[in-house]
Structures are given as C-alpha cells and as structure tokens.
C-alpha cells in the first residue's frame, strides 16, 4: 500500500482514543459545530456538485438540506447509545456502546453530500475515526464537505484519500482499519466481499462491513389511489438525478384498470419537468449526461427486442437527457435488465398488473430490498405488504423521495445488510458488564449460583 494511505490510516488511529474520550454529549456539541460549519459552506458545496457532478442546482441543495436534516436528527438517534441497566439473574448489568475505532467509508458519486456526511459524523459520534474516500467523479465537492464537518473533532480525526481502485482493495485489508461502510453497487460490494474473504482466509483481523448497495424499488398504483400525486410521484420518484439514486422508483406497477386514466396524467407530469442548464435554479434534469449510460441503452433495447414499447419520452441524441418510460411484457420479465437489474438511468420499466395480489406479487419479485412505494390500495393491503415484502421502508401515498432523516434509507438482501437502521447505531458494538452485588448470606449466594446454572442450561 501506498505509504501516504498508512499513514491516513496512523494518523486516524492516533486522532481516535482522543475522540472517544469525550462524552456523548461533548460529542453532540461537536455535532452541532459541524452543522453550523456545513450550513456556512453550503452555497459553495452546491456550486461544486453542480458543476463537478453535473447534479442540478436543485437536486444539490436537496442533498445539502438532507445533509443537514441528518445532523438534526443525530442528537435523538444517539440515545440510543447510552448506557442502560439491563436485566440480570443476580447483582447488575450495564449494556455499554463502544466504538469498532477506525471507520472506512467508501463513498459514492451519486450523493457526494448526504453520504459523506451520514457516514463520518455517525462514526464520529459514535466514538471513531474516519478515513473517506470519496469517489473520483466528485472528489472535490465531497472534500469540501468533510472540511466543514471535521473542524469541531480532534485533529486528524477525519482523513480523505484519493486512490485507484485497486488501492481501495488495499484498504479493505489495511491493518488499523476496524470496519468498512460502503456506498456502492451490488456488484462492487460483492468484490468487496470476495476480497474481505481471501485476506480472512489469510489471517487477516475480521471486520465488520456495511453494505450500502443497489435497489430495485417498485412504485404501485391501486384502485383508490391519487392518479395525480402517483403521476407526480412516478415522475419526480423516477427520473429525479437522472435516474441515479438507490431509492429511486425504478419498477412502476399499475393495475391495469386504471392505466387509461393514469397515462395522460403521466404525460402531463412529465410536461412539467424542465431539462436544461444544472446550474439554473429552475432545471429538475440536467441537459448532458455526466455517467456512462451504455449499461442502460442496452437494457432499454433489449427490453423492446422483447415487445416492450416506449410509452413516455423520445430517443434522445447520445449525451442527452430523455426521461422514458417502456411498457414491459410480462411473459419476458425474468429476461429483462430493466426488470432484474438497477438501471441508473432515467430509463424506466412499467408492468401493468391484474389486481391488487398480483400487483403485490410483482413488486416481490426482486431479490434487492431498499423500499416499495404505494398510492391507494386498502389498509389490508398495506398490512400484507408489510408482511410479504422484504424491504426497509414502506411508503404509502408519499414519494420515494419523502425527506426525514428517521426515516432511514436501506435495505436488506442484495441491497445490502443493515436494514433501515441509522448508521449510528451500527458504528458501534455492545458490551455487557456485569457486576456481583455484595451477598449478606451464603444461602443468597449459593441462590444466585444455582440460577446462573439453570439459565445457562
């Protein structure tokens, strides 16, 4: 490994104890600083996304306020770290919080605000270091925001790095890293996993790893719903960024019977978004593509190979934003990638569905786990789907953009491990200290033995 990177990592080591030695509270303090330091820093942070990341003004001050809502919210999800008497058989037990050290958050490009700031300041309030590499498309917007964050922590306790891909291997393994969050592609966390599982074979120390990965969400529209706010939520829900967020709706599904009455609505909805300018406060897609989108053209042709027709949006020149939507066939589900497969692209698969059962089927059918969004349906149906989809949200009669830091993004299965938990509360690991109270008699001592035995079985 390259040695500025070990040293990053040193220096981080060496910044942790001092920050775990300060109290929660004391580190909620700190909390409030760095949300004063990045509110400060905002306008210049949302030039930079704009103009490094191709991300509309508008779309960079969502990120910016979300940023900023999470630092709101830590105070109250960090109860949840203090320490409590528990029950015991006999004398006391405290159930304690403690942080793994030093954290790696791998970042992505597609939220070079949010993710930097969910992932360093919940390490850090929970008593860690952080070393951040940021992705290279938006290294700089994302170094940005850790400048303003890290002023209020110990010197050295925030390290950014900038390294190739096969550096990030490299620091997977590092010696002194203690646990890895990674925002990142199914199929780059799966590497990342491969990799974690040779050097463990190796003797290298475990550590934990958070995965934070692709989504394939499905968006329904049943009897009883709002055609209009489901059209607006389709449209913002699905083509918002590009296309380019986990949590996106990139699976619609509508009963069948009221797809005649929704498609003009989605027209209309899509009338209303304004391409152009990133940096025009009016612009909710940008005009030119930042990422390659070849991935999704080829999923977009083979779904009208198939007998998928383009219900809404137009061809666009390459390069160019064209938000569109394909009725997909439902005999050729299974073979189709922009069924199967996160599609980060303003590209979308809609299925029309023969009830509310096969509706709910459909949306099942995923093996990627981050949210379902639902307008209409009874209340029965919202209860069978929270017992037969294997998501960490959902969401009814509300945008799978809905803003509220408790109302936590992530997933489970091939989105990743943690479920819908705050980042906080998986920096840390539980210790449990356990205290013999003072006997006056042997009988009351020998009672307290004999129900250790027993319990233990």
């Known amino acids: 490994m390259d040695e500025s990177l070990s040293g990053r990592i040193a220096e981080a080591g060496r910044a942790q104890p001092s920050v775990a030695a300060r109290c929660l509270d004391e580190r909620l303090k700190s909390v409030h600083r760095s949300r004063a330091a990045l509110a400060a820093a905002g306008p210049h942070i949302v030039s930079q996304a704009v103009r490094e990341g191709g991300m509309p003004r508008k779309f960079a001050q969502r990120e910016l306020q979300s940023a900023l809502m999470l630092l709101d919210a830590l105070p109250e999800f960090a109860d949840a770290l203090r320490p409590r008497e528990v029950p015991a ?20 490009a597609n939220s070079p605000v949010w993710v930097p700031t969910v992932v360093s300041m919940s390490a850090l309030v929970a008593g860690n270091s952080v070393v951040c590499r940021p992705s290279r498309r938006v290294s700089v917007t994302t170094g940005l925001v850790l400048d303003a964050l890290a002023g209020a922590w110990p010197a050295g306790a925030v390290q950014v790095v900038d390294c190739s891909r096969d550096d990030v291997a490299e620091l997977l393994v590092a010696p002194g890293i203690d646990a890895v969050v990674a925002h990142a592609s199914t199929a780059t966390c799966t590497s990342h996993l491969r990799i974690l599982a040779d050097s463990y074979s190796r003797g290298v120390v475990m550590r934990p790893y958070i995965a934070e990965a692709s989504g394939n969400d499905a968006l329904l529209v049943l009897p009883g719903a709002d055609l209009a706010a489901a059209a607006d939520a389709i449209v913002w829900g699905a083509f918002a960024h590009a296309g380019q967020l986990c949590f996106s709706a990139k699976r619609i599904i509508v009963d069948v019977g009221l797809w005649p009455e929704l498609m003009p609505r989605l027209v209309a909805a899509a009338a209303r978004v304004v391409i152009g300018d990133p940096d025009d406060p009016l612009t909710d897609l940008p005009a030119h ?29 390459p390069g160019e934003t064209s938000p ?89 299965r091939d989105s990743g491990f943690g479920g819908a938990r705050p980042k906080l509360e998986q920096l840390v690991y539980a210790r449990r200290v ?12 020998e009672t307290a033995s004999t129900l250790r035995i027993r319990q233990d079985g």
């Open 89 to 108: 058989v006999s004398g006391s037990t405290t159930l304690e919080w403690h942080p793994y050290g030093v954290v790696l958050g791998l970042h992505s």
């Open 289 to 317: 593509l930042v990422a390659d989108q070849s991935g999704a053209e080829n999923a977009l042709a083979s779904a009208l190979d198939a007998g998928g027709h383009v219900v809404l949006g137009a061809t666009p020149r």
């Open 324 to 412: 569109r939507l394909v009725l997909l066939p439902r005999e050729a589900l299974g073979d189709l990638a922009l069924w199967r497969e996160e599609v980060f692209a303003p590209i979308r698969g809609v299925v029309l569905a023969d009830g509310v059962d096969d509706a709910i089927g459909l949306a099942a059918d995923t093996r990627f786990g981050i949210g379902v969004s639902v307008f209409g349906g009874r209340s029965e149906d919202h209860v069978r789907m929270g017992s037969e989809l294997r998501v960490g949200r959902i969401l009814i009669n509300e945008s799978p953009l809905y803003q509220d830091p408790r109302l936590v993004v992530g997933g489970i």
């Open 434 to 445: 356990h205290s013999a109270r003072a006997s006056s008699s042997p009988e009351s001592s």
